[in-house]
T-cell receptor
């Protein structure tokens, strides 16, 4: 069965602190995709990153970085020097291939609400 | 810019009425689109998979006669909430997988049933 676990329900930090959001996934497929999305109060999902199962390279994009570890089925997200504008709910998600090769729906974790205080 | 649009962005209706939500892929064709529902302070849950040219596939517990899905073309899927009730009030979001293996989400529709 596919499952995404975000154990941290809420995190509160002070501006400029580093923060890591945890994500653990379960899947039986060898080909899958992992995603992170940001959801501000407006509700619209903001795409942050997509990773396929064959690419274990960690990625850095500005203050954001991602650590993909297949051995522990984790895909953690770190924000360096957090800012108030980073306050939002962050979702980790998993997608597998459908029969026929097309991308399937996303299975979301419960989300982590990040509050960055000035 | 947005590659998946949704309309309307919010709607308020009376109990018992029907509401139609449109999801359009703007820059690519999508034979499949997904409809999700998100209740306040909860995660997104898949409701159904919309398939162009065939019937939608519904997740367990989602009433297909209540949530009508029509994939009218390769760029348009509609979700109609029939005989809406207050418990149907939620945030509805569609997504479409693009040929680049990226999933694009619409901006969502906030439905409030009075």
């Amino acid at each position: 069965a596919q499952k995404v676990t975000q154990a941290q329900t809420e995190i509160s930090v002070v501006e400029k602190e580093d923060v890591t959001l945890d994500c653990v996934y379960e899947t039986r497929d060898t080909t899958y995709y992992l995603f992170w999305y940001k959801q501000p109060p407006s509700g619209e999902l903001v795409f942050l990153i997509r990773r396929n199962s064959f690419d274990e390279q960690n990625e850095i994009s500005g203050r954001y970085s991602w650590n993909f570890q297949k051995s522990t089925s984790s895909f953690n997200f770190t924000i360096t020097a957090s800012q108030v504008v980073d306050s939002a709910v962050y979702f980790c998600a998993l997608s597998e291939r459908n029969y026929g090769g097309s991308q399937g729906n996303l299975i979301f974790g419960k989300g982590t609400k990040l509050s960055v205080k000035p | 810019g947005a590659v998946v649009s949704q309309h309307p962005s919010w709607v308020i209706c009376k109990s018992g009425t029907s509401v139609k939500i449109e999801c359009r892929s703007l820059d690519f064709q999508a034979t499949t689109m997904f409809w999700y529902r998100q209740f306040p302070k909860q995660s997104l849950m898949l409701m159904a998979t919309s398939n162009e040219g065939s019937k939608a596939t519904y997740e367990q517990g989602v009433e297909k006669d209540k949530f009508l899905i029509n994939h009218a073309s390769l760029t348009l899927s509609t979700l109609t909430v029939t005989s809406a009730h207050p418990e149907d009030s939620s945030f509805y979001i569609c997504s479409a997988p693009a040929p680049t293996d990226t999933q694009y989400f619409g901006p969502g529709t906030r439905l409030t049933v009075l």
